[in-house]
């Protein structure tokens, strides 16, 4: 089975640089991904590492570490519409479903 | 435009009443998934189907059914077997790449 450990709550204010860790368990995976949900909506894929190291979107960056079952999403530049919830996923290579962490909540302060 | 949509948006239900959730895609994935999303938690998955005619139990699937009788729709019944119904649905599909997954607006089931 799969399971996906994050920081439930993380603050920080507009312009700052924060970091959403999430450790997992796995018994094989494609890559680890990242969504963001703001309240009541759908989900929206951000990013996905299907290798080791830094991926790079805008001021979104995502990094894994397979050999510490390790990865996080690095928001830059905060801005209000940032806060969200955010998850990290991975893929099953067995049953090719999405298992999900329980979410990190992200609020931004002026 | 190709999405998903998933109807209603809102749903009532009387205890002891089945339901069933309503997933279209117009964007040819073959998979689909359901997910349930209860207050300040993650998705967890109920069931998911890979191709038309097929499909497999998630980690939550006592209480509900699904079908795939056509590739671009997938609905979810809830069960009265389901003790506890109310949360948000959402659906999802997913192309050939494993890399992004593509989720509907959800459905808020409420049990009254």
């Known amino acids: 089975g799969q399971s996906l450990e994050q920081p439930s709550e993380v603050t920080a204010v507009e312009g700052a640089i924060v970091q959403i860790n999430c450790t997992y368990q796995t018994s094989g995976f494609y890559g680890l991904s990242w969504y963001q949900q703001h309240d009541g909506g759908a989900p929206t894929f951000l990013s996905y590492?299907?290798?080791?190291g830094l991926e790079e979107t805008g001021r979104f960056s995502s990094f894994l570490s397979r050999s510490d079952s390790y990865g996080y999403l690095l928001l830059q530049e905060l801005q209000m519409k940032d806060s969200a919830s955010y998850f990290c996923?991975?893929?099953?290579?067995?049953?090719?479903?999405?298992?999900f962490g329980s979410g990190t909540r992200l609020q931004v302060q002026p | 435009d190709g999405g998903i949509t998933q109807s209603p948006k809102y749903l009532f239900r009387k205890e002891g009443q089945n339901v069933t959730l309503s997933c279209e895609q117009n964007l040819n994935h073959d998979a689909m998934y359901w997910y349930r999303q209860d207050p300040g938690q993650g998705l967890r998955l109920i069931y998911y189907?890979?191709?038309?005619?097929?499909?497999q139990k998630g980690d939550i699937a006592e209480g509900y059914s699904v079908s795939r009788e056509k590739k671009e729709s997938f609905p979810l019944t809830v069960t009265s077997a389901q003790k506890n119904p109310t949360a948000f649905y959402l659906c999802a599909s997913m192309g050939g790449k494993v890399t992004e997954a593509f989720f509907g607006q959800g459905t808020r089931l409420t049990v009254v």
């Open positions: 996923a991975v893929m099953d290579t067995g049953r090719r479903a999405l298992t």
């Open positions: 590492n299907a290798l080791d």
């Open positions: 189907s890979q191709i038309v005619n097929d499909f």
